[in-house]
T-cell receptor, first 115, second 112 residues
Framework: SAVISQKPSRDICQRGTSLTIQCQVD?????MFWYRQQPGQSLTLIAT?????????ESGFVIDKFPISRPNLTFSTLTVSNMSPEDSSIYLCSVPGTSGRNEQFFGPGTRLTVL | GENVEQHPSTLSVQEGDSAVIKCTYS??????FPWYKQELGKGPQLIID?????GEKKDQRIAVTLNKTAKHFSLHITETQPEDSAVYFC???????????FGQGTTLQVKP
């Protein structure tokens, strides 16, 4: 499986500010995914990020709130804009495996607290 | 769209006992069903998965069964150990979309 790192691992932010989360993979991948995990909850897909094209957002998530960049095949960023306490969550990136089995592997997550 | 229901939400067993977690899905087009283990402060770890052309898969103490007709799949952990304590998530996906729909999670506690 790919080695996935995220920065920062955690942060505490003030409402109204923005935070950019980085996801780095040790191999080239076509698709990268961003998920949100609210406190004590399950994972919800925010968007799919393909290199060279606009990210595809899931229902309930918009580009103005969660802009995503995908400058190359090993890196992506997710920005949480104009934050409110409701944005306090763990944000996770994931990438597909290489076996063709449809599996996904997750990064360690970024734990965001908005005050 | 796809909806995945997971039960129970919490499960407590004695060390050495078996644990079973069940999930149901709604979209008959789903054909890939992974299970993840999430320990405190970490990202989810893929522990086993099954595709819709297989009814059962086993990996040491972990097994997954799939009933396509009833649209449900289950995770079985035998000879549980304290280090199995974690939150377990099931998920469902349709080939080539890459989109995983997760269940609500089960907090498993294995008492020594």
């Amino acid at each position: 499986s790919a080695v996935i790192s995220q920065k920062p691992s955690r942060d505490i932010c003030q409402r109204g500010t923005s935070l950019t989360i980085q996801c780095q993979v040790d191999s080239q991948v076509t698709m990268m995914f961003w998920y949100r995990q609210q406190p004590g909850q399950s994972l919800t897909l925010i968007a799919t990020a393909n290199q060279g094209s606009e990210a595809t957002y899931e229902s309930g998530f918009v580009i103005d709130k969660f802009p995503i960049s995908r400058p190359n095949l090993t890196f992506s960023t997710l920005t949480v804009s104009n934050m409110s306490p409701e944005d306090s969550s763990i944000y996770l990136c994931s990438v597909p495996g290489t076996s063709g089995r449809n599996e996904q592997f997750f990064g360690p997550g970024t734990r965001l607290t908005v005050l | 769209g796809e909806n995945v229901e997971q039960h129970p939400s919490t499960l407590s067993v004695q060390e050495g006992d078996s644990a079973v977690i069940k999930c149901t899905y709604s979209d008959s087009a789903s054909n890939y069903f992974p299970w993840y283990k999430q320990e405190l402060g970490k990202g989810p770890q893929l522990i086993i998965d099954i595709r819709s052309n297989v009814g059962e898969k086993k990996d040491q103490r972990i097994a997954v069964t799939l009933n396509k007709t009833a649209k449900h799949f289950s995770l079985h952990i035998t000879e549980t150990q304290p280090e199995d304590s974690a939150v377990y998530f099931c998920a469902a996906s349709i080939d080539n979309t890459g989109k995983l729909i997760f269940g609500q999670g089960t907090t498993l506690q294995v008492k020594p």
